[in-house]
DNA sequence: CGGGACTTTGATGTAACTCAAAAATTGTGG
DNA sequence: CCACAATTTTTGAGTTACATCAAAGTCCCG
């Protein structure tokens, strides 16, 4: 279990006034997947309400069951969304990076948060009021509907989850989640997965125990599959991991 | 496996001018959720361009695949909507009943189906045009609204399936199952519970196999839980089954 | 009353979990 | 920068929930 002293742990206010940071082009909204579809003065008007910050690892930015009034636009870093299951085991739902929008759902619903989102890497974020959205949503039907798009996108993923750990075993769960993770995330200068995970967290994704990961890991690299250094994971034979995890497109 | 010798399984147009059925009050679109918001003119302009036709149980309203240019609601009876996945073997992502629509999302995303709709207790659907639609999306945000809390509302469900499969044993997943039936369907005159699955059906919404499901159901009977008659369940005991599935609220 | 689809029961194998304890890594304060 | 504490990772052993395979029994419906 983890036990991060941040701050953001203890009281969220304070971290946004610690962290304010200037609307720099390094919180660059056209860079937004979803507001791709917005004019320039739309984009302008959510410029000067927005709110942008700084946030270190382990910071939370809003908490499964918190009520929130607006949503965060990644513009740099990682973002891990997790609901608490049993026994307060994690279940990692996505992660969020560059361009992506996180939280929306819940103020679209009027219902409070229904995932974690924790830092999982140093990252600028932008924090859009539930105010603003609705404003942009009235105006414009194509914003709207990107939005719904992107929701859509959302289930059919989830939709794909649940065939995928009702179907598949841990072993080709684990192989499909390190080609999901190499497809989503960079590769370092080292062509090692840049996003760096717990073996514990890969669990988490995985749906299973950590032990259960550990051993699967040692198994695909005596197989040649992949490379280990620590959390670094280098993928080898993209191919070999391809066909365990019975993955077709 | 299954072979319905069933129009809709070789020639779904065909079915729908046999099956066409007059606008009756039998179809009425105001008791469709989504379109709650609607204003009486907007109800009006579907209702004249909608289709509505009745269906058999074992009738394929889409599958799995296919383009679809339109969206169906369900105005009595019950379509089952799955997911083919390894070997064939299918993970139903819902039911849907009366008042639900189904099939918004891809013309939403502009994709193909991503489930098959399969009737599986006789039906009135109406089907409405993606051109029908978008015209209302356009003209209404409030029902645009509507429509992006349907479907933030299915990804919370799938998102809540997702760590249920991974977190869970089957045997919790299997109480949790016939509970949920419980609350979404009525029972019959008989207290039973009012949705008739076959075991395999069971099997492929709890994610386990057929045989797993029937030695618990065997458990669950003896243990007074439940009462079995052929595919009809009773339950008996409500208490014990949510203290088994692990449920809080 | 015969045949196809479902259901049930039994026997067996194994993937994956759990618990426990050692090894390695990371972080921290003096 | 080192030593010590705290996590995290790894390995091992034992257990079990669940899948699979096979065969018999039951239910319909024409």
Redo the contacts with the bound molecule.
């Keep these: 279990?983890?036990?991060y002293h941040n701050f953001a742990e203890t009281d969220n206010e304070i971290v946004k006034i610690i962290n304010k940071i200037p609307n720099s082009q390094q919180c660059d909204l056209r860079k937004i997947e979803a507001f791709k579809r917005l004019k320039p003065d739309e984009i302008e008007m959510l410029a000067e309400e927005r709110y942008c910050s700084y946030h270190n690892k382990g910071a939370i930015l809003y908490r499964e069951g918190n009520r929130i009034n607006g949503f965060y636009c990644i513009h740099k870093g990682i973002v891990k969304l997790f609901k608490t299951g049993i026994n307060g085991k994690e279940q990692i739902i996505k992660f969020a990076k560059q361009g992506d929008i996180i939280g929306y759902r819940s103020i679209v619903s009027h219902e409070n948060a229904c995932t974690t989102a924790r830092i999982i890497q140093e990252s600028y974020v932008s924090f859009i009021s539930s105010h603003s959205l609705m404003t942009l949503v009235k105006a414009n039907y194509i914003f709207s509907l990107a939005l719904m798009q992107l929701a859509c996108k959302e289930l059919d993923e989830a939709n794909n989850t649940i065939i995928k750990i009702a179907q598949k075993?841990?072993?080709e769960r684990l192989a499909e989640v390190l080609i999901l993770l190499k497809r989503d995330f960079e590769l370092d200068n080292k062509q090692n997965l840049q996003i760096s995970l717990?073996?514990?967290e890969l669990a988490n994704m995985v749906g299973?125990?950590?032990?259960?990961v550990?051993?699967l890991?040692?198994d695909f690299k005596a197989n040649g599959y992949i490379a280990?250094d620590?959390?670094k994971i280098r993928i080898i034979d993209e191919k070999a991991l391809l066909k365990l995890g019975k993955i077709n497109d």
Tied chains: 1, 2.
């Design positions: 279990m983890h036990f075993t841990v072993k717990t073996r514990e299973t125990a950590t032990e259960s550990i051993r890991l040692a280990l620590g959390r």
